[in-house]
């Protein structure tokens, strides 16, 4: 075993240039070669960057108008061309073989990148053909189709190892033999032939040209693209300077800075190992200067850098597809992500304030000392006038549309280019950044003041991003495009404009516009080569989509699921999110939420509804996603885990291990959103909003405080345990409500329409149904749903009907049913094993909605008076808000 500083279990940290290797074997290729080999690979993703600019610019429709020529493509075509791009630069740059050559690519690589592509391409090729001829494939089309999938397999393998492709390969087994005896029956289906198969999985765009790689395609690649460019042009080097500027100088500093800096880049990062490593490097040998353990530091970086996947506006892409699958606007999905990726940021920097001070760690030193009012004075001024210069710029800009509604497009353009001209001479006047050595005997942090002069550039194209996402309300793709377009300009010119700002001489400037077109295509290049794994894991998981939707196995594991529970909800939680889990190990961030999704967040929404609770579709899809990110943390597989180790020189496992830990307020929060659904924002107003951020914050900083056993000084059991009845009570007050007062009312059958009409929007109302069972007629089955009435207005007869999907005939106090007409709908399914036609007919026995109950924060009494009953204890024995680590 290796012994590093005489602790067992660590290893010599990997040298800068094997850490790019490792960055490189994830994300952008292992293989290096020379020669012509090279010009390829670099021409094809440097195409494929251009390619995809191309298509999400007017330009097509602009030359189609001019030329009469069909230069439009349709998402089918686009799609394919996207895939095959992929797909030939999957074998040029990914060895097959640890084993395999590196600074070369072998012949049979050559000709199955080639042969990968055109069988691609045969959908955009043969496109008019193909749609003439649905469901009806010829030999040609099956042969290319069957080598499609596997050159897809040997592909996905080589860019994200085996995880995914044996997971694709398990799906597709069981499509051909999911009806062989030696399956389960609960599981056992009818079988496809090759041909059905092929047609669903590549012919169509059920499977692998389905929603998964229509969003890579059509939104992923912009904003790997910015972020790819945005790095490139330098902005993650001051994101990193930024961060350590602003907390550096703090107790455990390094350890906040990380997780500050691993936020800002995980806003425009796809890539929890590329995040691990970018801003690791410098990072994780500081934490270890300051008395972090080596699994410790790369603990904290990798707890921060996957929760860089659930940040806003990218998560991984995740909020692209939930889009698509929720079918719900964009902006809502950053609405609903939004206040649980930060305060779970929040919480983890006290966390890490908890372990320094527990620890008594040292501080690095700070060039302007200050004090704590100064620097809370300070930051209040820099927020403030933040806030108040984009309250400016919008009713600026608002002003300059109303007052040129027809030329105010040109004329912001030239303002912001100004603006960005203003800028680089600001920037001009200050020396560039550069990252210090974090191995060098004195690292001397910077000054926010300087740090921010040389970067305020980077902001506009984010501001530009955002603009478009949130106030002009354009969809994701073409917001990237324009925030894209703004980089571009960036990278050419900032170079020399500082080169000009700064009166170098006239070859200087030339010099500096080479180096910045060199930047640009690099940073195209780099784009381009960051989606190689993202393509072929969002057409690979189309496999999975596809047979889920050819074979219903999501039926199936809403079965299965309610069968392990027994229809208890939190069991139906717990079992999903292991599922989740074992799903996710090994996937990126990307096919992780499309497996989990498609198999999982259906599970949960049926298998709740049909056992009488309401979880809202997208409570049920960042569920999902949560734990699927967690895959990357939990041993053994954790990704982000051995890249860290790799950093740090720690045991992986075991960095693993305490980075699951640390990570616990991730694993708390879904259980928590799930139930409340105000930590969503779901019909929440601005100030419930402000107030429910504030309220969640408190309670993270609490839940923190309890895992790590330390809040004004260490905990005893009894005051950890009471913590975290306090963090409870201030997440979850309905459910010591539930047990104070019911939840429901009963409805009585004569009264149903009339209280149906009366309640409010999207009340919910919960239906007892009783009759026998279709396969066991001695059996009377029953089963509680709960439904949303939506918008109230209409009759009591329609709205029910129409939430419900169901027809019921009153006579008396009772409560009849119909066959639902709709048999694949939530209640078809829900009540698929009831006999409709036995001569008992199916009756709704209990009829219940929402009763009106005392509020819920009443219970928000015991848990400030049970945290007093803490800090009291604490203080007796010496503590402090501060901490103090002696006190015992």
């Keep these: ?173 069981y499509v051909f033999f999911g009806s062989s005896s030696w399956l389960p029956e609960v599981i056992r289906w009818g079988g496809a032939s090759f041909g059905r198969a092929m047609d669903q999985m590549w012919l169509s ?47 455990g500093g390094p350890a906040k800075a990380a997780v500050l800096s691993s936020m800002m880049t995980g806003l425009i990062s796809g890539s929890s190992i590329a995040n691990v490593v970018t801003t690791g490097t410098f990072t994780i040998p500081l934490m270890k200067r300051v008395g972090f353990t080596p699994e410790k530091a790369g603990s904290v970086e990798v707890a921060s850098s996957v929760n860089g996947q659930i940040m ?118 200050q020396p560039d950044l550069e990252l210090d050595d974090p191995n060098a005997p004195v690292v001397e942090l910077p000054l926010v003041k300087d740090v921010i ?100 196995i999501g039926q199936v594991m809403a079965e299965f699921v309610e069968l392990l529970s027994g229809g208890n909800i939190f069991l139906i939680l717990v079992f999903t999110a292991i599922i989740s889990l074992i799903l996710g190990m090994g996937l990126p961030t990307t096919a992780n939420y499309i497996v989990v999704s498609s198999l999982m967040a259906p599970v949960i929404v049926e298998v709740s509804t049909a056992n009488g609770v309401l979880i809202p579709l997208i409570a049920a899809h960042m569920f999902v996603f949560y734990f699927g990110i967690m895959a990357d943390v939990t041993p053994p597989v954790g990704l982000a885990s051995f890249a860290a180790a790799a950093v740090s020189g720690g045991d992986p496992i075991r960095t693993g291990f ?56 260490r905990n005893r059991i009894w005051e950890t345990v009471a913590l975290l009845l306090v963090t409870f009570l201030l997440l979850r007050p309905g459910f010591f409500l539930d047990l104070v007062q019911p939840p429901f009312q009963m409805v009585e059958p004569r009264n149903l329409y009339e209280t149906v009409a009366a309640e409010p929007d999207n009340a919910e109302i919960r239906l007892k149904v009783v009759g026998q069972s279709f396969s066991n007629p001695d059996l009377t089955r029953e089963r509680t749903m709960s439904f949303s009435l939506g918008p109230a207005g209409e009759p009591g007869d329609i709205r029910l009907e129409k939430s419900t999907g169901l027809v019921m005939q009153i006579e008396g106090d009772t409560i009849t049913l119909e066959e639902p007409m709709d048999l694949n709908s939530l209640a078809g399914r829900a009540l698929s094993d009831f006999d409709f036609y036995a001569d008992e007919p199916v009756r709704v026995s209990e009829v219940e909605v929402s009763a009106d109950r005392m509020p819920r924060e009443v219970f928000y009494i015991p848990a400030v008076l049970l945290l007093a009953l803490v800090v009291w204890s604490q203080r007796r024995r010496g503590g402090t808000l501060a901490g103090n680590p002696k006190a015992v």
């Design 1 to 173: 075993m290796a012994v590093e500083n005489g602790k067992p279990g660590s290893t010599a940290p990997l040298s800068e240039a094997e850490l790019q290797d490792l960055v490189a074997a994830t994300d952008t290729g292992a293989r290096k070669p020379v020669g012509y080999a090279a010009w390829v690979i670099s021409g094809v993703a440097l195409c494929w960057s251009l390619f995809q600019l191309y298509i999400a610019s007017p330009l097509p429709f602009t030359l189609s108008s001019l030329t009469g020529l069909p230069l439009v493509l349709n998402d089918t075509q686009t799609r394919s061309i996207h895939l095959a791009f992929g797909l030939f630069l999957a074998f040029m740059a990914y060895p097959a073989l640890a084993s395999s050559p590196r600074d070369r690519v072998p012949v049979q690589d050559w000709i199955f990148a080639i042969l990968a592509a055109c069988t691609a391409l045969y959908i955009s090729v043969f496109y008019a053909e193909l749609a003439r001829r649905p469901g009806l494939p010829i030999t040609q089309d099956l042969v290319v189709a069957g080598l499609g999938i596997i050159f897809l397999l040997e592909a996905t393998r080589r860019a994200l190892g085996p995880p995914l492709s044996v997971v694709a390969l398990v799906f597709l087994a």
């Design 453 to 552: 002069k040389t970067g305020l550039h980077y902001l506009l194209p984010l501001f530009v991003l955002v603009w478009f996402l949130m106030v002009e309300r354009r969809s994701p793709g073409q917001s990237a495009f324009y925030a894209v377009l703004l980089l571009i300009v960036v990278v050419l010119t900032q170079k020399p404009l500082k080169a000009l700002f700064r009166g170098l001489q006239s070859s200087q400037q030339m010099a500096a516009l080479r180096e910045g077109f060199d930047d640009l295509v690099a940073g195209l290049i780099a784009g381009a080569r960051n989606m190689i794994g993202i393509a072929c894991a969002t057409a690979a998981a189309g496999i999975i989509v596809g047979t889920v939707t050819l074979t219903g």
């Design 658 to 713: 305490v980075a699951f830990f640390y990570s616990l307020r991730t694993v708390l929060l879904p259980f928590i959103f799930v139930f409340n659904t105000d930590l969503l924002l779901i019909d929440v107003s601005f100030l419930g909003g402000i107030w429910i951020f504030c309220l969640a914050t408190v309670a993270m900083l609490i839940f923190a405080a309890a895992t790590q056993g330390f809040f004004m000084a």
């Design 205 to 251: 765009t059920g499977g692998v040209f389905g929603v998964p790689l229509g969003v890579s395609s059509a939104f992923v690649f912009l904003f790997v693209l910015f972020g790819s460019m945005l790095d490139r042009a330098g902005a993650g080097n001051f994101f990193i300077k930024l961060a350590f500027a602003l907390l550096g100088h703090l107790r």
């Design 312 to 429: 806003p506006p990218v998560m991984g892409a995740a909020a692209f597809l939930m889009v698509e699958y929720i079918g719900i606007p964009y902006i809502q999905v950053i609405k609903h992500a939004f206040l649980p990726a930060v305060v779970s940021y929040i919480a983890l920097l006290y966390l890490v304030h908890l372990e320094a001070v527990r620890n008594d760690m040292p501080v690095l030193p700070k060039r302007v000392q200050t004090t704590g009012v100064q620097s809370l004075l300070r930051f209040g001024i820099v927020a403030a006038s933040v806030i108040i210069l984009a309250g400016a710029a919008y009713y600026f800009i608002m002003f300059v549309r109303m007052l040129m509604p027809d030329a105010s497009g040109p004329v912001l353009i030239v303002l912001l280019l100004g603006v960005y001209l203003g800028l680089m001479w600001y920037a001009a006047r």
